[in-house]
């Protein structure tokens, strides 16, 4: 097993990217826990999963833009599990589409905090507790061609999440290892909400490889940046949209 005796912290992991991303983590053998906000099914059924294939795991909901609540999951974490070797900084969300110039401060303060902040408080209270390990952040395709209509705000907050996985493996390195994914049309409830149907079967036309991606595929992108099989990695914002977007 690729992670046995390692302890992860997956956030938003109730449902989508971090549900798969906990159990395909938890199969390699990682202690497993959950933060989620509203997917309380989800991130139950990921823990019922994960102990029944003989893991270690649990869910604790928890609003990432608060200070306490993040303090809180990284504080069971430790007594739990005894230390944090991956931190996987899923949580997130676009919240909704609004152009700049109908789009209150609040609306702007709100997503980045979402996206950005929790992202930041995240990995300062982990790092007290990682001697070494690695730290996966999931930031967006948006963040390299600025996104849909009304996704300003959005692919800012995720654009910056780019260069905090640059800086941080500047600052972290050689002992914790810091990248981050940058997923496109990703079959998930972020399209679901977010997209029409007749989008997504445009991607489905265009796209070099004529799918939209799944939850496993980027779940075994996270394995890799987290495992010791991408040991030279640091700093990279992998693309992982189809072949759509080339950096």
């Known amino acids: 097993m690729k992670l046995a005796g390692q302890t992860a912290i997956i956030t938003g992991g109730g449902r989508d990217i971090g549900q798969a991303a906990a159990i395909k983590l938890a199969a390699e053998g990682a202690n497993v826990a959950i933060n989620y906000f509203s997917s309380s099914t989800g991130a139950d059924a990921a823990v019922a ?24 999951l990284v504080s069971k974490t430790v007594a739990d599990f005894g230390g944090i070797d991956i931190l996987v900084n899923n949580a997130g969300g676009l919240i ?16 980045m905090d979402l996206n950005l902040t929790s ?90 490889v004529k799918r939209q991606g799944t939850t496993e595929d980027t779940a075994n992108l996270i394995l890799f940046l987290a495992c010791s099989d991408s040991a030279f990695i640091t700093g990279a914002n992998i693309d992982i949209n189809g072949g759509m977007v080339f950096s």
């Open 49 to 72: 999963q994960i102990k029944a294939q003989g893991g270690q795991a649990f869910a604790l909901k928890g609003d990432l833009t608060k200070p306490e609540d993040v303090e809180a």
């Open 96 to 111: 909704a589409r609004k152009t700049i110039a109908e789009m209150p401060l609040d609306h702007w303060n709100a997503v």
């Open 119 to 208: 992202t930041f408080m995240m990995t300062k209270a982990c790092l007290a507790h990682m001697k070494s390990g690695a730290i996966v952040n999931l930031a967006s395709q948006a963040g390299r061609d600025g996104g849909g209509a009304g996704a300003v705000a959005y692919a800012t907050s995720k654009g910056a999440v780019m260069t905090m996985t640059r800086g941080l493996a500047k600052e972290l390195g050689p002992d914790i290892r810091v990248n981050a994914l940058c997923p496109g049309m990703i079959d998930t409830d972020f399209h679901n909400v977010h997209t029409p149907d007749a989008g997504r079967r445009g991607f489905e036309a265009t796209a070099p």
